[in-house]
C-alpha cells in the first residue's frame, strides 16, 4: 500500500509563493513518474508538472516559468514550488505517484490565491 501527505498549502496574496510537498511511503518498489494536479469545484482536474524517475519535467502551458518541479529521494518527497501566484492559481492540489504500476493519490491540499 502507497501513502501520499500533501503540505504546504494555504492563503497568499497575488504574486506570492507557496511550496507544496508530498511524502509518500509504503510498499513502493518502482517509481515512474511523480507529479501535481489540481482541481477547481466543477471543473475536471488537470496537470500541473510532472516529474520522471530520470529527472525530465513536464509543465502545464499556465505554469511554466513560475512553477518549478523537484523531488529529494533521500526524504520520499516531491515539492512544487509556486512563485508569481494568480488568483487563478486558486484550487485543491493533488500530489500523484505512478509506481507499482498503478496511479496513487494524496488527499490533496487548498491553495488559495486572494487579496
Known amino acids: 500500500q502507497v501513502q501520499l501527505v500533501e503540505s504546504g498549502g494555504g492563503l497568499v496574496q497575488p504574486g506570492g509563493s507557496l511550496r507544496l510537498s508530498c511524502v509518500y511511503s509504503?510498499?513502493?518498489?518502482?517509481?515512474?513518474?511523480m507529479g501535481w494536479y489540481r482541481q477547481c469545484p466543477g471543473e475536471q482536474r488537470e496537470l500541473v508538472a510532472v516529474i520522471t524517475n530520470i529527472g525530465s519535467t513536464h509543465f502545464a502551458d499556465s505554469v511554466k516559468d513560475r512553477f518549478t518541479i523537484s523531488r529529494d529521494n533521500a526524504k520520499n518527497t516531491v515539492y512544487l514550488q509556486m512563485n508569481s501566484l494568480k488568483p487563478e492559481d486558486t484550487a485543491v492540489y493533488y500530489c500523484n505517484v505512478a509506481a507499482n504500476g498503478q496511479s496513487h493519490w494524496g488527499q490533496g491540499t487548498q491553495v488559495t490565491v486572494s487579496s
Open positions: 509504503g510498499s513502493i518498489f518502482m517509481i515512474y513518474m
